[in-house]
């Protein structure tokens, strides 16, 4: 700890994400990524941008994303926010809707980065238990004195709460934001996005790097009614006006220009995720249901850290989280057919 920190940076305790192996020979189902290349149209929109053009400044309010957003969900381009991926969307969010003195509420076990940045602005977290099989509870989350947020599907369960629940979160939060964290929906369940012409405290965040194969980009937006995204512009024109690249938004818009090819590749998954999900409960594995790119896993035969490690051991790398209530399970991120067929295989060698 240096002496020339300050006391925030004293306080902090920073995200830790998944091992990034700097070897290309192993299997990677640890970091949530999608197993398919992006769309071509996305490489090749990237590319016709490799021109002077990268000498001046991308343009701030980065209108011709954000009306490609809005399009493609049916909501004005003054509706959307885009931001440098989901994570600084959220950070943003925090310190827009949230204040110091007033708890935000999220569930015990979800994203870790809410209670990291919880702690960095300085607000009081509040946490509300998930149930005995993970669900969210919802009348917890009533009356809150400050704020809610929680992903949908969550993380790490990949667990999905459906529009009544999260309306009902609404109904009883007039005068909190409610923040719906969709970095998964695609892979299942009903966006919240349905609901934003019923309430003005809702906002929706969601990714570009799932999906459509973009986590290389850092692209993420959110959706809300008007006041909320300008309370989002205030607060990043305060750090920096221009989060986002030309070769960014070239190559989000092209992504959401090819339906067809996001279509194909998530179906993919989601046939995978099913398949393999099959298969791990004939091996004895209880296996949350996922509407998610990942499953959480577990098994009463098998200590889950000690899996962590045969498994890393043959270059095959998972997430494991030596937390309470969680610590007997694995979350693994859907790969390819192949992949997946390797991390059985590997599976069954050591049961």
Request: net charge negative; proline share 6%.
């Amino acid at each position: 700890m240096s002496k020339y920190w300050s006391q925030l940076v004293k306080q902090t305790d920073p995200y830790v994400p998944g091992e990034q192996p700097s070897t290309s020979d192993v299997i990677k189902l640890n970091t949530n990524e999608n197993p398919y290349p992006p769309s071509p149209e996305v490489t090749q929109a990237i590319s016709r941008q490799l021109n002077d053009s990268l000498r001046l400044y991308p343009p701030p309010s980065v209108d011709d994303l954000r009306e490609t957003i809005g399009d493609y969900y049916g909501v004005n381009k003054n509706q959307v926010f885009v931001g440098n991926g989901s994570d600084e969307v959220l950070a943003f969010s925090f310190m827009a809707f949230f204040d110091p003195g007033k708890p935000v509420m999220f569930p015990d076990i979800t994203y870790s980065f809410y209670p990291v940045y919880a702690r960095l602005f300085q607000l009081e977290a509040r946490t509300v238990p998930l149930t005995d099989d993970f669900s969210i509870p919802v009348e917890p989350f009533f009356h809150a004195k400050g704020g809610v947020i929680f992903p949908n599907p969550n993380a790490p369960t990949g667990k999905y709460l459906n529009l009544e629940a999260i309306e009902q979160i609404l109904i009883h939060n007039p005068d909190n934001v409610v923040i719906v964290d969709e970095a998964y929906i695609d892979f299942g369940g009903e966006s919240a996005i349905n609901l934003l012409d019923r309430y003005d405290q809702l906002l929706v965040i969601q990714t570009m790097s799932k999906s459509r194969s973009l986590a290389g980009l850092r692209v993420g937006y959110a959706l809300g009614r008007n006041n909320l995204i300008e309370g989002l512009n205030r607060i990043k024109n305060s750090f920096n006006s221009y989060t986002i690249d030309r070769l960014a938004i070239a190559g989000a818009r092209a992504s959401f220009q090819d339906e067809a090819y996001f279509q194909k590749t998530r179906a993919k998954i989601i046939r995978t995720r099913n398949r393999v999900t099959d298969e791990l409960k004939q091996l004895g594995f209880n296996v949350i249901d996922s509407q998610a790119n990942f499953i959480f896993i577990t098994h009463s035969g098998v200590n889950a850290g000690q899996l962590y490690q045969q498994l890393k051991a043959n270059n095959i790398y998972v997430r494991y989280f030596d937390r309470p209530r969680i610590n007997h399970y694995l979350r693994v991120s859907i790969g390819t057919d192949e992949e997946m067929d390797i991390f059985l295989n590997q599976l069954k060698n050591v049961l």
